[in-house]
Structure formats: structure tokens, C-alpha cells
């Protein structure tokens, strides 16, 4: 049997022709006063001969390697990889949504407008905030986006700071946005028990600090019971408090991060709110600011005046635009959708599967792994290898044993205060039985490290590439077509 896999181009034959284009009308003699020579192409491209069904067939082979959430269980921490609803697709496949054009007149656009609007109020009413702009288009951009508000608002009073405070379990994401917004970031260590150390804090809290960010529940999925009083110490010397909410996935319906203090939040839609993620995105991270920051929002805000839905461009203190357009439109309308099929008992009932499922793989999970914060989780948890450490596997070799089982492994080594660190989060659209065999697979593999430890050690076993010369790959990807001898010769160069 021929595999359609990665050889497309040793099944090409001259001549085989697999679609059918118009004749080209751009006259070759033209182009050449418009385009450098040297941009012009004398030769055709070397480009695969292969009909139509062979093309289908490579392009569903190579889909068919691809691993995610449609496929199986991704208990991906700190990224919520939930079921997307089918429903969202439809809606957002609309021709109302799908066809119009961002350059229309808002009178042309008024039901993607009060789209727009009605999303934005709720979130609002979701994150506790006073107004939402849906322009940042991920997590990231949602941070630094908070952060210029903080830098102008504070500028506006005719002040400097320079600093931002960020916990040790803080997303990557987090110094690095304060970073390119201007800051220096200063970590604060986390106490024995995974929370901020409230001491610590008070330490770096002065003057000169703009915010503190926080996530929470934190990655360890500890929810930071000092919240009321962390607040405190941030706003009595002139900070503000910057809630990440990626993963609002604990919180729906139950509380807010305009209640626990915070001023500002960013979502991320392709999180929480079901709509998908992965590769590079297109996502979104809307961003809720109390009152005082509103007239820093980026333009255009979305906003009703009578019955009619207006761009208002009218902000003189705005940070500006920071996303061409309304944002990525297509995500907005998946969570628009997502929210109101489920309804604010729907989303209460979301946080309380999450947490609840999450605390019943923590339980069957505890006897075999350590447990560095043993105690009620929120959405996510964390355990170590450290016992399997010992033994002489590493948290590494017992993930890349879990992708023979067809799973897709937890997150590792993160966060970085845990040694041999797991971060499980299994989310709540997944069923009992699925937990119940992912926690059997798990066991299974800490068996297999006290009595067979060689069959982690060289795992993954049954995908088509093991494991991979991480170095090389980052450092010297092969990205282009190569026949095998030579991608064996271009490594011995390397090397
Ligand atoms: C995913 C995540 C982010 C970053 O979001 P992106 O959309 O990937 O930029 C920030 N903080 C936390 C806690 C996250 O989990």
C-alpha cells in the first residue's frame, strides 16, 4: 500500500495536473518594468505534479498527525484546552458575520456592532470591570494593553513609575509584557504554601511600583486567599492591581476580579470562553478596566447611543489603537456565542465541573506522584517527579511515555518553583471515564518507572518521530522538502 505521507513530491509525475486555474492576464513584458528583475522567476517553481485526489489525501494524512483537542484528552495547564462547541462555527459561518467588510460605514454593520456591544457588557459583568475593549487579539497583547492604561493613568497624575511587580509563578507572558511596555520587573517569591508572600510584597511595594500583576487562582490553581488585603498594600502607595485571567476557568459565576480588588483584567477568549487555540492563534484577550482607567481604552470603543451602535473615536487620553479594525471579529463572535448558550448558570456550573474535576484527578494522582501543595485545587493543579527523579526518569521521559497512550501530555517543568514539575488541567467538558483512564495511564507510568524503567526512558514508542534532537530542531530546522539521504548529509554538516 503507498503511504500518503510526507512524500508528495517523490509521488509527483511530470505532466499531472491536479487543478485548474484561469489563464494567467498578467502580462509578463509589463512586469518586468514594475518588479526587480532579479523577483522574477525564469523557470517555474519546482512544485509537486499530483492530481487532485492525491493532493486531498496528502493534506488529510498530514491532519491526521496533528494532535488536538478533537482527537483526544489535552490536559495542557494553564491553557484550558476545552471541547469548542460546533454551534460557535455555525454562527460564526453566518453571512451576516462572515461577508461583511471592516471598512463598511457602522450604519451598514449595526447587528456585528451590537454584537460587539452586548459581548463587551458581558464581560464585564463576567470580570466585574466597569467597560471592555475587545481589541487585543491574545493574552499577551491584553497585557501589555493594561499596562500602557497604567502608564498613562499614572502619567496623567503627573507621575513616573518605573517598576512592576510579578510573582515567581507568574505566565512567562507577564514580565514580558511589562517589559515591553517600559518596566522592570521585579519578582516576588511565593511563600510555603504556592501564594504570594504578603511580606515580600510590602518589601517592594513603594512609590516608584506601578502594579502588581496576579493571576488568580494562581498556576498552582491556589486561589490567593490575601487577595482583600494584597489589594490593600497595592493601592495605598499609588498602584494598581492587574488581574491575568487566561484561565477564568474556576471563577465563572462565582466571583470577580473587580471584587477581589483588581482594576484591570484581560481574558483570553481562546481559553475560557471555547473558542480554539493552538498554532499561533487567531485569538483574543479582551481587556476590562474599572472607571478611573476608562478614558485610556484604546479607540474605537464600541458604544450605544439611543438605539444605534457607534465607533467613538472621541477619546483624547486613549493609548490608542492597538488591532487593526474591531479585533478578530470571526473569535468574538464564537464567545459571543459560547456565552449566551450557556447562560450565567451555565458558566457557573462550568467552574464549579472544572474545579471539581480537576480535585478528583488530584486525589487518584496523589499516591503515586509527589504532591508539593496538597490541599483543594482550583481549576488546575501540580505535581512532581521528583520521586520518579530519584529512580532515574525524569518528569520529560514519563510525558513523552504518555504520548503512546495517545494522549497529549500536561504542561512540564512549569511552573518554574516546582522541581520536575506536571501541571495538569483537566478541564470540565471531559467525562468521568476519561479522567478515570488518563489517572489509570498515569499510574501505569509510574509503575513502569519502578519496574520497567527503559520502555519511559525510550518513549515515545508509537509515534512516527521519537524524540527529537531539541537543540537541532530549534537551532537547525530542516523547513523545506529533502530527500532522506540528503537531510541525513545536511545533519552531518551540522554536527
Ligand atoms: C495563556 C496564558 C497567557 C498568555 O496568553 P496568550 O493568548 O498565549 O498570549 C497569559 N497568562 C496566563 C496565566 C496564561 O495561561
Same mark, same amino acid.
Given at each position: 500500500?503507498?503511504?500518503?505521507?510526507?512524500?508528495?513530491?517523490?509521488?509527483?509525475?511530470?505532466?499531472?495536473?491536479?487543478?485548474?486555474?484561469?489563464?494567467?492576464?498578467?502580462?509578463?513584458?509589463?512586469?518586468?518594468?514594475?518588479?526587480?528583475?532579479?523577483?522574477?522567476?525564469?523557470?517555474?517553481?519546482?512544485?509537486?505534479?499530483?492530481?487532485?485526489?492525491?493532493?486531498?489525501?496528502?493534506?488529510?494524512?498530514?491532519?491526521?498527525?496533528?494532535? +488536538?483537542?478533537?482527537?483526544?484528552?489535552?490536559?495542557?495547564?494553564?491553557?484550558?484546552?476545552?471541547?469548542?462547541?460546533?454551534?460557535?462555527?455555525?454562527?460564526?459561518?453566518?453571512?451576516?458575520?462572515?461577508?461583511?467588510?471592516?471598512?463598511?460605514?457602522?450604519?451598514?454593520?449595526?447587528?456585528?456592532?451590537?454584537?460587539?456591544?452586548?459581548?463587551?457588557?458581558?464581560?464585564?459583568?463576567?470580570?466585574?470591570?466597569?467597560?471592555?475593549?475587545?481589541?487585543?487579539?491574545?493574552?499577551?497583547?491584553?497585557?501589555?494593553?493594561? #499596562?500602557?492604561?497604567?502608564?498613562?493613568?499614572?502619567?496623567?497624575?503627573?507621575?513616573?513609575?518605573?517598576?512592576?511587580?510579578?510573582?515567581?509563578?507568574?505566565? +512567562?507572558?507577564?514580565?514580558?509584557?511589562?517589559?515591553?511596555?517600559?518596566?522592570?520587573?521585579?519578582?516576588?517569591?511565593?511563600?510555603?504554601?504556592?501564594?504570594?508572600?504578603?511580606?515580600? #510584597?510590602?518589601?517592594?511595594?513603594?512609590?516608584?511600583?506601578?502594579?502588581?500583576?496576579?493571576?488568580?487562582?494562581?498556576?498552582?490553581?491556589?486561589?490567593?486567599?490575601?487577595?482583600?488585603?494584597?489589594?490593600?498594600?497595592?493601592?495605598?502607595?499609588?498602584?494598581?492591581?492587574?488581574?491575568?485571567?487566561?484561565?477564568?476557568?474556576?471563577?465563572?459565576?462565582?466571583?470577580?476580579?473587580?471584587?477581589?480588588?483588581?482594576?484591570?483584567?484581560?481574558?483570553?477568549?481562546?481559553?475560557?470562553?471555547?473558542?480554539?487555540?493552538?498554532?499561533?492563534?487567531?485569538?483574543?484577550?479582551?481587556?476590562?478596566?474599572?472607571?478611573?482607567?476608562?478614558?485610556?481604552?484604546?479607540?474605537?470603543?464600541?458604544?450605544?447611543?439611543?438605539?444605534?451602535?457607534?465607533?467613538?473615536?472621541?477619546?483624547?487620553?486613549?493609548?490608542?489603537?492597538?488591532? +487593526?479594525?474591531?479585533?478578530?471579529?470571526?473569535?468574538?463572535?464564537?464567545?459571543?456565542?459560547?456565552?449566551?448558550?450557556?447562560?450565567?448558570? +451555565?458558566?457557573?456550573?462550568?467552574?464549579?465541573?472544572?474545579?471539581?474535576?480537576?480535585?478528583?484527578?488530584?486525589?487518584?494522582?496523589?499516591?503515586?506522584?509527589?504532591?508539593?501543595?496538597?490541599?483543594?485545587?482550583?481549576?488546575?493543579?501540580?505535581?512532581?517527579?521528583?520521586?520518579?527523579?530519584?529512580?532515574?526518569?525524569?518528569?520529560?521521559?514519563?510525558?513523552?511515555?504518555?504520548?503512546?497512550?495517545?494522549?497529549?501530555?500536561?504542561?512540564?517543568?512549569?511552573?518554574?518553583?516546582?522541581?520536575?514539575?506536571?501541571?495538569?488541567?483537566?478541564?470540565?467538558?471531559?467525562?468521568?471515564?476519561?479522567?478515570?483512564?488518563?489517572?489509570?495511564?498515569?499510574?501505569?507510568?509510574?509503575?513502569?518507572?519502578?519496574?520497567?524503567?527503559?520502555?519511559?526512558?525510550?518513549?515515545?514508542?508509537?509515534?512516527?518521530?521519537?524524540?527529537?534532537?531539541?537543540?537541532?530542531?530549534?537551532?537547525?530546522?530542516?523547513?523545506?522538502?529533502?530527500?532522506?539521504?540528503?537531510?541525513?548529509?545536511?545533519?552531518?554538516?551540522?554536527?
Amino acid at each position: 500500500m503507498v503511504e500518503y505521507n510526507d512524500i508528495i513530491f517523490e509521488i509527483s509525475r511530470p505532466g499531472r495536473i491536479g487543478s485548474s486555474l484561469p489563464e494567467s492576464d498578467v502580462n509578463k513584458i509589463d512586469l518586468k518594468d514594475k518588479l526587480p528583475m532579479h523577483l522574477i522567476r525564469d523557470i517555474p517553481a519546482e512544485l509537486p505534479e499530483v492530481s487532485e485526489l492525491q493532493l486531498v489525501r496528502h493534506y488529510t494524512a498530514l491532519s491526521n498527525k496533528n494532535y +488536538g483537542i478533537d482527537n483526544g484528552f489535552y490536559p495542557l495547564g494553564s491553557c484550558t484546552m476545552k471541547y469548542n462547541p460546533k454551534i460557535n462555527e455555525d454562527v460564526a459561518r453566518f453571512d451576516g458575520f462572515s461577508r461583511i467588510h471592516p471598512y463598511q460605514p457602522a450604519e451598514t454593520v449595526q447587528g456585528a456592532l451590537k454584537l460587539l456591544y452586548e459581548l463587551q457588557e458581558d464581560l464585564a459583568v463576567i470580570t466585574g470591570m466597569d467597560a471592555v475593549t475587545l481589541q487585543p487579539s491574545a493574552g499577551a497583547q491584553g497585557e501589555w494593553t493594561g #499596562l500602557m492604561m497604567v502608564k498613562n493613568y499614572h502619567e496623567q497624575k503627573g507621575e513616573t513609575r518605573t517598576k512592576v511587580l510579578v510573582p515567581d509563578t507568574a505566565h +512567562g507572558t507577564n514580565p514580558a509584557s511589562a517589559s515591553v511596555a517600559g518596566y522592570k520587573t521585579v519578582t516576588i517569591p511565593s511563600n510555603e504554601y504556592g501564594l504570594v508572600d504578603l511580606e515580600e #510584597l510590602k518589601k517592594h511595594m513603594d512609590n516608584d511600583t506601578a502594579a502588581l500583576m496576579l493571576t488568580n487562582p494562581n498556576t498552582l490553581g491556589l486561589f490567593e486567599k490575601e487577595i482583600v488585603e494584597i489589594s490593600k498594600v497595592v493601592h495605598e502607595s499609588g498602584g494598581l492591581l492587574y488581574y491575568d485571567g487566561a484561565n477564568a476557568n474556576a471563577i465563572l459565576g462565582k466571583t470577580t476580579p473587580g471584587k477581589m480588588g483588581f482594576d484591570i483584567v484581560h481574558l483570553n477568549l481562546h481559553k475560557t470562553f471555547t473558542t480554539p487555540h493552538g498554532g499561533g492563534g487567531p485569538g483574543a484577550g479582551p481587556v476590562g478596566v474599572k472607571s478611573k482607567l476608562i478614558p485610556y481604552l484604546p479607540v474605537p470603543h464600541i458604544e450605544k447611543d439611543k438605539d444605534h451602535y457607534v465607533l467613538n473615536y472621541n477619546q483624547p487620553l486613549s493609548i490608542g489603537r492597538v488591532k +487593526g479594525y474591531y479585533g478578530n471579529f470571526g473569535i468574538l463572535v464564537r464567545a459571543y456565542t459560547y456565552i449566551r448558550t450557556m447562560g450565567p448558570e +451555565g458558566l457557573r456550573q462550568v467552574s464549579e465541573s472544572a474545579v471539581l474535576h480537576a480535585n478528583y484527578l488530584r486525589k487518584r494522582l496523589e499516591p503515586y506522584f509527589e504532591a508539593p501543595y496538597s490541599q483543594i485545587c482550583k481549576h488546575e493543579f501540580v505535581l512532581s517527579g521528583s520521586r520518579q527523579k530519584k529512580l532515574g526518569v525524569r518528569t520529560l521521559d514519563m510525558a513523552k511515555r504518555l504520548l503512546d497512550f495517545g494522549y497529549h501530555p500536561p504542561t512540564i517543568y512549569f511552573p518554574l518553583n516546582v522541581e520536575e514539575c506536571l501541571m495538569i488541567e483537566p478541564t470540565e467538558t471531559e467525562s468521568k471515564e476519561t479522567l478515570d483512564t488518563f489517572a489509570d495511564t498515569m499510574i501505569q507510568i509510574a509503575k513502569e518507572v519502578e519496574e520497567n524503567p527503559g520502555v519511559v526512558l525510550e518513549a515515545p514508542h508509537t509515534t512516527i518521530i521519537g524524540r527529537l534532537d531539541e537543540v537541532q530542531a530549534a537551532r537547525q530546522p530542516i523547513l523545506r522538502y529533502t530527500k532522506e539521504e540528503e537531510a541525513v548529509r545536511e545533519n552531518e554538516v551540522v554536527t
